[in-house]
């Protein structure tokens, strides 16, 4: 356990839906990380925080993809209208964000699936 | 961005030494390079993260040559519990002009499987 938390842990939805999932980072940790991985590749880079301001999007996060992270805190991240195409594992990462360290501390995931 | 070329998969056997390497022909000044772990349905996990030379932890050791286009990650005595995906990253911290703010980019990484 990394001390970063992600829920739900897996979500089934239907095409056309909305869907929202929630990382809770480790509390001292100023920068907040999402990632998707889908079978076979490594985690693609979507969006970064620092303290609650999103300082970059990634190309893959299309105008369906929202996040936030309101207080500096936990974030969300919602994907509006799904598609196939949006299974994959999403996974939530958060770092000190000082020094010269690329320690990321990766949660569990969530499992996306849509059929 | 630095990209990185790591073997797609490596076999070993209980009680031996692993070294897979990886290559970074474009590394940057700024840049490190940074090894991660991944079991099946898990987030990564960070191994070891080096500049120069020679770094080692209780884990691992990661050895750097001065050129700075390759790295070995280096597992003593891998176990069953050692077979998972290792990925090898560069990038910068988050810090100085044209910064990757920290943001990881993982390949495909290497498959490693341990034998009993």
């Known amino acids: 356990d990394t001390g970063v938390s992600q829920n739900p842990r897996h979500k089934i939805t239907k095409r056309g839906q909305n869907v929202t999932f929630r990382c809770d980072p480790i509390s001292e940790h100023n920068r907040l990380y999402w990632y998707r991985q889908t079978l076979g590749q490594g985690p693609e880079f979507l969006t970064y925080?620092?303290?609650?301001?999103?300082?970059?999007k990634s190309r893959l996060l299309s105008d369906r993809f929202s996040a936030e992270r309101p207080k500096g805190s936990f974030s969300t991240l919602e994907i509006q209208r799904t598609e196939q195409g949006d299974s994959a594992m999403y996974l939530c990462?958060?770092?000190?964000?000082?020094?010269?360290?690329?320690?990321?501390?990766f949660g569990p995931g969530t499992r996306l699936t849509v059929l | 961005l630095a990209k990185t070329t790591q073997p797609i998969s490596m076999d070993s056997y209980e009680g031996q030494e692993v070294n897979i390497t990886c290559s970074h022909n474009n590394i940057a000044t700024n840049d490190y390079i940074t090894w991660y772990q991944q079991f099946p349905s898990q987030g990564p996990r960070f191994i070891i993260q080096?500049?120069?030379t020679k770094v080692t932890n209780e884990v691992a050791s990661l050895f750097i040559p001065a050129d700075r286009k390759s790295s070995t990650l280096s597992l003593p005595r891998v176990s069953l519990s050692d077979t998972a995906v290792y990925y090898c990253?560069?990038?910068?911290?988050?810090?100085?002009?044209?910064?990757?703010?920290?943001?990881?980019?993982f390949g495909r990484g290497t498959q490693l499987t341990v034998w009993p």
């Open positions: 990253l560069v990038g910068d911290s988050g810090r100085g002009r044209g910064s990757t703010l920290g943001r990881l980019y």
């Open positions: 990462a958060s770092s000190l964000g000082t020094g010269s360290n690329n320690e990321q501390f």
């Open positions: 080096g500049y120069k």
């Open positions: 925080f620092q303290n609650e301001a999103q300082l970059e």
